[in-house]
C-alpha cells in the first residue's frame, strides 16, 4: 500500500492515497449510519495545518443517503477545485464534531 510521506497528514484518512468515490460513499454511510449529520467544508489556505475551514452551505441535516452529500461535495469541488475539502460529522446528542477526513486534495498535494 502507498502511503504519503509523514508531512503531508492532515486528517483522518489522510495518509492513503486520495479516497475513490466508492470508499468516500462507505465513509458517508458509516457517518449516516451513526445518525451523525454530514456536513461539507473547504480551506482556503494554502496549507491545511492553518486549519480555518470555511463550511460549504448548511449541514445536511435532512440528508437521507450518501448520493446528497457526494453531490454536494461535487459541487464544493466545482466551486473551489484548488482547496482542501472535507467531511465532518455532527453528533446532535453531544453537540460536536465526532469526525472528519478529507474527500478532496489539491493537486498540488
Given at each position: 500500500m502507498q502511503t504519503l510521506p509523514k508531512e503531508r497528514r492532515y486528517e483522518t484518512l489522510s495518509y492513503l492515497p486520495p479516497l475513490s468515490d466508492t470508499q468516500i460513499t462507505k465513509q458517508v454511510q458509516y457517518v449516516l449510519d451513526q445518525g451523525y449529520f454530514p456536513a461539507i467544508e473547504f480551506n482556503e489556505d494554502s496549507e491545511p495545518t492553518?486549519?480555518?475551514w470555511t463550511m460549504?452551505?448548511?449541514p445536511l441535516f435532512n440528508a437521507n443517503s450518501t448520493q446528497e452529500v457526494l453531490r454536494e461535495v461535487q459541487e464544493c469541488r466545482s466551486q473551489y477545485p484548488n482547496c482542501f475539502i472535507?467531511?465532518?460529522g455532527f453528533d446532535n446528542i453531544k453537540?460536536?464534531?465526532i469526525l472528519s477526513f478529507i474527500v478532496h486534495k489539491p493537486n498540488r498535494y
Amino acid at each position: 500500500m502507498q502511503t504519503l510521506p509523514k508531512e503531508r497528514r492532515y486528517e483522518t484518512l489522510s495518509y492513503l492515497p486520495p479516497l475513490s468515490d466508492t470508499q468516500i460513499t462507505k465513509q458517508v454511510q458509516y457517518v449516516l449510519d451513526q445518525g451523525y449529520f454530514p456536513a461539507i467544508e473547504f480551506n482556503e489556505d494554502s496549507e491545511p495545518t492553518q486549519y480555518y475551514w470555511t463550511m460549504w452551505k448548511l449541514p445536511l441535516f435532512n440528508a437521507n443517503s450518501t448520493q446528497e452529500v457526494l453531490r454536494e461535495v461535487q459541487e464544493c469541488r466545482s466551486q473551489y477545485p484548488n482547496c482542501f475539502i472535507r467531511i465532518v460529522g455532527f453528533d446532535n446528542i453531544k453537540q460536536c464534531q465526532i469526525l472528519s477526513f478529507i474527500v478532496h486534495k489539491p493537486n498540488r498535494y
